[in-house]
């Protein structure tokens, strides 16, 4: 195959590119396109030989993209229009101006792409700007699939559910199921993984205790229900262990992502707390770490329970005493990398603040999942 000339929409920090690369397609991202100018210093910094246009995609006229001449398109559209804890403006929310802009000029195109490769937020399958999409592509001649899926189903102890959407135009071969099914599970895998799909769940973190029959609340504000669910989690051996994706302590100072004694006070019991062995972590969105949705470890060999039975009980200096044994503290950015597939390679400018880079991290996509995801697109 000649190398397919790629046209890398809301580029971001390059996620889209990374996936590009880690599929082993041969190919060239001829632009990149963001609005963002602190994720495209992130950009320029790792690709600085690809073209990096910091403007709207909807100044951007019919001529000038048909000059680039691309064979695929990527793109992550905003998803603040679709999130399920959010307004949810869809198509009159003022961010989708530039998808739909998009949408009308792909069938204006002088050459139409012969692949298309979309990733969003779960709540994007419901949405009239899907249903334009849809509409768009079936009228363009594209055959497509639609998949919601997470890192977990392939093997990445992070739970990130995505909407993605891949297509061909219809004289490409697109081996998928029918298009008017969202998947939970990759189409290549449906035969031999059909019983196990979505690819949830893991032996439990250290300390954590089977819930007993009848338990209505565990230790934590956490039902039995919850507690199953993690257990569940940490017992699927097909999802790596949490300590594979860790920055080496001997190497990295950790102090600065321990948790301040006003955040263990606050939030000590609603926390969601894993362990080097676990086989789980949450979302981690843009502001997961403002909103303290998510710590790492308790890296010394403390029973999590005992910390935690009777707490709500107990005086403030206590409570702060107890919490203060488990040594509980954030991921850092390049363990938040790694969960989501990043390269090594993949370095943030040290005028980006360690709050930025996060919030970059948590507006960005699995790179593994896209990566698998173009393979299948283009094979």
Wanted: net charge neutral; hydrophobic share 40%; charged share 20%.
């Amino acid at each position: 195959m000649d190398n397919l000339r790629v046209l890398e929409l809301y580029s971001g920090i390059g996620g889209m590119h990374y996936a590009l690369k880690e599929s082993g397609i041969p190919a060239q991202v001829v632009t990149a396109i963001d609005i963002n100018t602190t994720a495209n210093q992130v950009y320029k910094h790792n690709f600085p030989d690809t073209p990096l246009w910091n403007k709207t995609i909807e100044g951007i006229t019919l001529d000038e993209f048909n000059k680039l001449s691309f064979d695929m398109i990527l793109m992550s559209p905003p998803c603040q229009p679709f999130t399920r804890i959010g307004l949810q403006g869809d198509v009159t929310d003022p961010r989708t101006k530039s998808f739909l802009y998009v949408l009308d000029l792909l069938p204006r195109l002088q050459r139409l792409p012969r692949f298309i490769l979309l990733e969003n937020v779960k709540g994007f399958e419901t949405s009239s700007a899907r249903a334009r999409l849809v509409k768009t592509l079936t009228e363009c001649g594209y055959t497509f699939q639609e998949i919601m899926i997470s890192p977990i189903s392939v093997g990445i102890p992070n739970s990130r559910l995505r909407y993605f959407l891949i297509a061909k135009i219809s004289t490409e071969d697109l081996n998928t199921q029918a298009p008017s099914k969202i998947l939970d599970f990759f189409p290549h895998l449906a035969e031999s993984d059909s019983s196990e799909h979505p690819t949830f769940l893991s032996p439990a973190c250290q300390g954590a205790s089977q819930p007993e029959e009848g338990t209505d609340v565990l230790f934590k504000l956490e039902t039995t229900a919850e507690a199953q669910r993690k257990i569940r989690q940490n017992s699927n051996l097909s999802v790596k262990q949490i300590k594979e994706f860790l920055e080496p302590q001997m190497e990295v100072n950790m102090e600065p992502y321990l948790l301040p004694p006003k955040t263990l006070l606050r939030y000590g019991l609603v926390l969601d707390i894993v362990q080097p062995t676990c086989r789980r972590s949450v979302c981690f969105t843009k502001g997961w770490k403002e909103k303290n949705l998510m710590l790492a470890f308790a890296l010394c060999p403390v029973q999590i329970e005992s910390v935690f039975m009777g707490l709500d009980q107990c005086s403030e200096e206590e409570k702060l005493q107890r919490l203060l044994k488990l040594k509980l503290r954030y991921f850092s950015p390049r363990e938040v990398a790694n969960l989501m597939g990043f390269p090594q390679h993949l370095i943030f400018p040290e005028k980006i603040p360690t709050i930025q880079q996060y919030r970059l991290l948590g507006n960005s996509l699995n790179v593994v999942v896209v990566a698998k995801l173009l393979q299948l697109l283009v094979s």
